[in-house]
């Protein structure tokens, strides 16, 4: 038998191998959940400013030509880049659009070598005007549900979840379903209003330490 020199997963075909950059673009978030603890790393931490556009952009043309360097070296069935935007809130940097659109502009020049598929993960929370000029430059939207929003909040996050959805941009919601009765019965009516509009959702407890008593579930 002959020795292995590398191996590489077998293809599965519902899912297209892929590298992955996970790309924590802020820390910061236009929420602050009980439940999200804060800090390096945590899930958010308000107290530290976005970083400025121009190292995001740095940033962006390392990890692309890292990857390129990676790509020379994989097989030809196998050269696919996702690029995970996500935070904090991603989609809460003031300089989101301008990043996303050097992101496609950059891979303009190792588009021959190898493809490219930008997902970010976001709680959906943003304004109408900043969701339209990302729903382009985005070509899969993990949203995240949050009962401890506002009303307001929520019916925001129906809106845009709705054009999403009509723009023809894929996506799933991963719902947050909160240990607190009333919490939970709202998380609960949110999965109903998302399988009747045709939604993906993935149910799931809130991460969170064994000290933290207020977040236990009961049957």
Not at 56 to 72: G, S
Not at 177 to 201: G, T, Y
Request: negative net charge.
């Amino acid at each position: 038998m002959s020795q292995l020199q590398s191996l590489e997963p077998a293809i599965d075909p519902n899912n297209r191998i892929a590298f992955l950059l996970d790309w924590e673009i802020t820390m910061k978030c236009n929420l602050d959940c009980s439940y999200c603890s804060v800090g390096l790393y945590g899930g958010h931490d308000n107290s530290l400013e976005h970083p400025p556009a121009n190292e995001c952009i740095d940033a962006l043309t390392f990890m692309f030509e890292y990857v390129d360097l990676y790509m020379q070296i994989k097989p030809k069935g196998l050269k696919y880049v996702v690029l995970n935007v996500y935070g904090g809130e991603s989609l809460h940097h003031p300089n989101i659009v301008e990043i996303l659109t050097q992101a496609r502009e950059r891979h303009q020049q190792y588009k021959d070598r190898w493809g490219l598929t930008i997902i970010t993960t976001t709680n959906a929370i943003v304004s109408d005007k900043k969701l339209s000029a990302v729903i382009d430059l985005v070509d899969y939207f993990t949203v995240s549900y949050h009962a401890e929003n506002t009303q307001e909040q929520k019916e925001q996050f129906r809106e845009n979840l709705l054009k999403i959805r009509d723009a023809g941009r894929p996506m799933k919601c991963v719902l947050l379903m909160h240990s607190e009765p009333e919490l939970f019965e709202d998380a609960q009516r949110m999965k109903a209003w998302l399988e009747q509009n045709k939604i993906p959702v993935s149910p799931r407890a809130l991460d969170h330490p064994k000290e933290w008593d207020q977040f236990k579930y009961t049957e």
